[in-house]
T-cell receptor, first 114, second 110 residues
């Protein structure tokens, strides 16, 4: 079946602009996660949802970052007033209920803030 | 969350068995050990998970000694396509926050 999909795959924006990154999880996966990955490092947790409820947002760097999953399926990660330090690969993952350690990752969105 | 330590990089040749060891001295009773693989330009991919002793699947084996303070991922007869970064993670079965370290870069040569 289809895996986790993310869009856009690449996003170039100017400093100060808002961006919205989209994640479409695997059908039937109630848990959805957002990570950020810098070059040469492992993914860094940002936030996660069970269904539409945001369970943990402790990894969001500051209040410019927010995420939602209003219908328990597609999720959007929004970064307001982007800064150059926000440039990174943003990855989404999903998992089946009860299997949080086996997450399926999407291809990521490469964000570049000029 | 237990901290993990693994080698920064390893080199191997095609056809060899590769063993990557991860240290997790402060692993908790409820923690599981999970390994992920990441190819360049792709997201991490789950390989294997275990709690104690030995776990084997079609891709790899995971050896965990009785004290569980370390674990070894074993890849049989590697090929060039096994060149990737391998991450060792430790967390409980209900944890939803995968904590990745820098991983081990495995380079397989012909």
């Amino acid at each position: 079946g289809a895996g986790v999909s993310q869009s856009p795959r690449y996003k170039v924006t100017k400093r100060g602009q808002d961006v919205a990154l989209r994640c479409d999880p695997i059908s039937g996966h109630v848990s959805l996660y957002w990570y950020r990955q810098a070059l040469g490092q492992g993914p860094e947790f940002l936030t996660y949802f069970n269904y539409e409820a945001q369970q943990d947002k402790s990894g969001l760097p500051n209040d410019r970052f927010s995420a939602e999953r209003p219908e328990g399926s597609i999720s959007t990660l929004t970064i307001q007033r982007t800064e150059q330090r926000d440039s990174a690969m943003y990855r989404c993952a999903s998992s089946l209920p009860g299997q949080p350690n086996e997450q399926f990752f999407g291809p990521g969105t490469r964000l570049t803030v000029l | 969350l237990a901290k993990t330590t693994q080698p920064i990089s390893m080199d191997s040749y095609e056809g060899q068995e590769v063993n990557i060891t991860c240290s997790h001295n402060n692993i908790a009773t409820n923690d599981y050990i999970t390994w992920y693989q990441q190819f360049p330009s792709q997201g991490p991919r789950f390989i294997i998970q275990g709690y104690k002793t030995k776990v084997t699947n079609e891709v790899a084996s995971l050896f965990i000694p009785a004290d569980r303070k370390s674990s070894t991922l074993s890849l049989p007869r590697v090929s060039l396509s096994d060149t990737a970064v391998y991450y060792c993670l430790v967390g409980d079965a209900y944890g939803n926050k995968l904590v990745f370290g820098a991983g081990t870069i495995l380079r397989v040569k012909s």
